[in-house]
């Protein structure tokens, strides 16, 4: 496996449903703007338009990114909340990370953005019922249906996942 590309792993779908887990990757939603904005704080201009791996998305695309998909992701979960097997349409992640805001805008907006959905997200999922979990919506890029737990561990995982990879780039540049 490309460690710069997964630097904690792929996503591994739970086996089976564990509450202890659960809470743990609620915790990991509600921390992560905490532990992103600790791993681009003091970076300048020029380190924040770094690729963390070559063909990769600079830094700041990577903040620019949690912040979209935490605004799908945390959408994804009302409508599970409120729909009937809602159908979910997927991002195109890529043309978003082009987009002149995620390549021009200061990462502080994001930063901001991603404390207001992960704390009020956090304190959704905080207030479900464990049966609201098994709840379902269909995702029509991957024809999959995915249940709420999964929803949360994939998440969890993400935003692990994006924040190593600008914490193995500042280890690797010595920043």
């Known amino acids: 496996m490309d460690k710069i590309r997964y630097p904690i792993g792929t996503f591994e779908k739970p086996a089976s ?8 990757w609620i915790d ?5 703007p905490n532990g992103l904005r600790e791993a681009v704080s003091g970076l300048n201009a020029e380190q924040l338009n770094t690729s963390y791996r070559e063909g990769g998305w600079t830094v700041a695309q990577v903040v620019h990114h949690l912040a979209d998909a935490s605004m799908n992701a945390f959408l994804r979960t009302k409508w599970t909340l409120t729909e009937n097997v809602p ?15 995620a390549r021009s805008l200061s990462v502080d907006f994001s930063l901001r953005l991603l404390e207001g959905i992960h704390g009020r997200w956090a304190q959704l999922l905080e207030s479900l019922a464990m049966e609201d979990f098994q709840k379902t919506f269909y995702h029509e890029g991957t024809k999959a249906t995915v249940d709420l737990y999964t929803l949360v561990a994939m998440y969890a995982w993400h935003g692990k996942h994006h924040t190593a ?3 193995q780039l500042r280890s690797r540049m010595g920043w």
């Open 17 to 24: 449903f564990q509450e202890e887990d659960l809470k743990k």
């Open 28 to 32: 990991d939603i509600r921390q992560l």
């Open 165 to 167: 990879h600008i914490q």
């Open 87 to 101: 159908s979910i349409r997927p991002f195109d992640e890529n043309a978003w990370a082009e987009t002149i805001d």
